[in-house]
């Protein structure tokens, strides 16, 4: 089995900052694309940041220049560092990995999400 496990999500003020973390462990090969999506009520799920195997990375234009995701290979893990918080960022945030099991096969694995508030 693989399974991420989530944390770093809470209750931030407006202008503060948190550091996600999203941790897969379990029988993996390697893990190509990592990424942070979220989800509030009433909203669209929506891509916040990817970052791919050679640390290329992507963000939703609301995020930019103020999120920063990064992975540590070694540790199968991704990072979502948020900047600059803002009400409208609170949603319900979940971590995604492309994992192989083996070198031939893939498949995309989920966190558990982990609830973001900015308010004050």
């Known amino acids: 089995q693989v399974q991420l496990v989530e944390s770093g999500g809470g209750l931030v003020q407006p202008g503060g900052s948190l550091n996600l973390s999203c941790a897969a462990s379990g029988s993996i090969f390697s893990i190509d694309g990592m990424g942070w999506y979220r989800q509030a009520p009433g909203e669209e799920r929506e891509l916040v940041a990817g970052i791919n195997s050679g640390g290329s990375t992507n963000y939703a234009d609301s995020v930019k220049g103020r999120f920063t995701i990064s992975r540590d290979n070694a540790k199968n893990t991704v990072y979502l560092q948020m900047n600059s918080l803002k009400p409208e960022d609170t949603a319900v945030y979940y971590c995604?990995?492309?994992?192989?099991?083996?070198?031939?096969?893939?498949?995309?694995?989920w966190g558990q999400g982990t609830q973001v508030t900015v308010s004050s």
């Open positions: 995604t990995m492309r994992v192989y099991r083996s070198a031939y096969g893939a498949y995309n694995y």
